[in-house]
């Protein structure tokens, strides 16, 4: 018998975390779920915990256990498992309040919406799960798929991997699957895509999702892996340039969303000491300068930061390593 929700979970090396992962699915108030769980080749013993834990709460479950692929494979493997109506897409190391598997389902099944997304809060795992941010943006009503996807390029509300909601039929019907030749943003790409492709989008003005940021987090120890962020992207203009050939969407990408992840990418690979020779090498490509110089933002913080990773970003990656050493960028 066919299930309401299918959680899906990756899992790789979250031995540390995944126990509190599964207790927040157990005392969920909503019981008529699944759980996929997705062992991406761990080498610690997350998995053998996870199964123990799922067992100790009586959760209907399945476990893969396969060679590493990277999370976008793990997670379009769940898809192609998932049984449930819904999909849900939860990591090893974040988890969810009591109430949000229920607020989620019974949104979608009053309003028919494709897709569904929530806030959510970040959390600190090196500091007893202190509030680090709150990303709790909202839209007043149901929108259009394509509508949707420009105002969350403008940063108007943001849907994280773990933060959306999904109708499983749109899903297949769609063949929406993570990206896997990039490994950081492919999340954002899924969504974006999905969302053109939805009639409807809403929301829950709720924050019922957690995501842990870990010491290890790519953001706190910069990788060439977070200039995959340019790289996704860049796939979100490609796909609008040439299947969904929106304007507003466009404008997003180009007028706001791509030039400010450059600054990001930047700042945060200089702020965490990153090599700098490969940071010059980015900032120099002929794409990346072009999407800069075509930038007029409103923000004078942002003007500033676009003109001295231009014209001197030895300059500019002093400014930003010292400021982020003393805790003043984030």
């Known amino acids: 018998m066919n299930t309401k929700i299918s959680v899906i979970i990756p899992i790789y090396n979250v031995g540390s975390y995944i126990k509190k992962t599964i207790e927040s699915l157990a005392v969920q108030s909503f019981k008529d779920f699944e759980v996929i769980v997705i062992n991406d080749g761990s080498t610690d013993n997350c998995n053998i915990i996870c199964e123990e834990e799922l067992i100790k709460y009586n959760l209907t479950y399945t476990i893969i256990n396969k060679k590493n692929q990277g999370v976008s494979n793990a997670r379009n493997q769940g898809i192609s498992l998932a049984k449930g109506k819904y999909l849900y897409f939860l990591d090893g190391d974040d988890y969810i309040e ?7 389902y019974n949104y979608a099944e009053k309003e028919g919406t494709y897709i569904v997304f929530c806030g959510y809060t970040h959390l600190s795992a090196d500091n007893n799960y202190s509030v680090i941010s709150k990303v709790h ?13 420009a105002r969350m390029l403008r940063n108007e509300f943001w849907i994280s991997a773990i933060s959306g909601f999904y109708l499983r039929s749109f899903i297949i019907e769609e063949a929406l699957k993570f990206p896997t030749d990039i490994k950081f943003g492919e999340d954002t790409v899924f969504i974006i895509k999905a969302l053109t492709r939805a009639e409807s989008v809403g929301c829950v003005k709720e924050p019922l999702v957690n995501y842990v940021r870990r010491g290890t987090s790519v953001t706190k120890t910069p990788s060439t892996a977070y200039y995959n962020l340019h790289d996704s992207d860049v796939k979100i203009l490609e796909y609008n340039k040439e299947v969904c050939k929106d304007k507003n969407i466009k404008n997003a990408l180009l007028n706001y969303h791509i030039p400010r992840n450059i600054i990001r990418i930047f700042s945060t690979m200089a702020k965490g000491g990153a090599d700098k020779k490969e940071l010059y090498e980015f900032i120099m490509r002929e794409d990346v300068r072009n999407f800069l110089k075509g ?6 913080k942002f003007k500033v930061a676009s003109l001295m990773i231009l014209r001197f970003p030895k300059i500019a990656y002093k400014v930003f390593n010292i400021y982020g050493r003393m805790g003043k960028i984030q």
């Not at 009591?98 to 989620?104: G, M």
């Open 98 to 104: 009591k109430q949000c598997l229920e607020k989620f």
């Open 137 to 149: 943006k909202y839209i007043d009503s149901i929108l259009e798929g394509k509508d949707a996807a």
């Open 295 to 300: 930038f007029n933002p409103k923000s004078k």
